[in-house]
């Protein structure tokens, strides 16, 4: 049994990632924005579910909700599940990029890191300058992520760090039109976070519906990644060399 957080699972594909988990006898944490998503949340998965609140668009929440993460010990699995897409710049970069910047950093580090990234993340452009942020949009901030992904494989070479793509699928944000099923959406993420076939166990990597994908070529750009993190650092204020070691 392993140890599993997913931010983002009180709706959507969070949710279905964690009921997969859980199925499968997994130990899971959920994570709700706030206090109607809690509630909600406990009617889905019960009482004792174990819920930690944050709203991940606001960084002060997003350390304390680090803080509390580590009182568990090591997680074996993290899902950066959570996502907004229509919001405004600061909001978009907020919870789609400095929220799993900040976890990443503060958190101990689990096994496997899982990132939702999505194929929009191909329109993205290579943003690195604070005067950029206020035209960020969607697509950049899921250019940002993968990007942050990849650099982390770099960077903890006993982790393993992948960003996923989940499709459209008929979540809130994605729409009832979505072409993609649910099932297709969420494999990919569940598989990473606790498959033990050596396809699995891999890093670095972008994926969709359970195969290897190309991602930006900027993702992958080590001169991006490294300006991104310290465009990340200097907004956060949290250094990108974590206190907490790869292993325990």
């Not at 950066?80 to 950093?105: E, K, M, R, S």
């Not at 944000?173 to 699995?200: C, H, K, R, Y």
Request: proline fraction near 4%.
């Amino acid at each position: 049994m392993s140890k599993i957080y997913i931010t983002g699972s009180s709706d959507g594909l969070g949710k279905l990632a964690a009921e997969k988990l859980i199925q499968q006898g997994h130990e899971v944490f959920l994570h709700a924005r706030n206090e109607k998503r809690v509630k909600d949340t406990k009617r889905s998965f019960g009482e004792s579910a174990k819920i930690f609140m944050a709203d991940l668009a606001d960084l002060v929440e997003v350390k304390a909700l680090a803080t509390e993460l580590n009182k568990l010990g090591k997680m074996d699995a993290i899902i950066h599940n959570a996502g907004v897409y229509q919001a405004d710049a600061t909001t978009l970069l907020q919870v789609n990029v400095l929220a799993p910047f900040i976890l990443t950093c503060l958190v101990q580090k689990p096994q496997r890191l899982i990132y939702l990234s999505s194929g929009m993340h191909k329109g993205g452009r290579p943003l690195f300058r604070e005067s950029d942020l206020k035209s960020v949009n969607y697509s950049d901030s899921k250019l940002m992520v993968t990007a942050l992904a990849l650099a982390v494989a770099k960077k903890y070479p006993d982790v393993y760090s992948n960003a996923v793509d989940p499709g459209w699928v008929p979540t809130k944000m994605g729409g009832s039109n979505a072409p993609d099923s649910f099932d297709n959406g969420v494999d990919t993420q569940v598989w990473l976070a606790e498959s033990i076939s050596p396809s699995a166990l891999v890093s670095g990597k972008y994926w969709k519906f359970m195969e290897e994908r190309e991602p930006h070529p900027a993702s992958q750009d080590h001169s991006y990644q490294e300006k991104l993190i310290s465009l990340c650092e200097k907004l956060t204020g949290v250094n990108f060399d974590s206190e907490y070691p790869a292993q325990s």
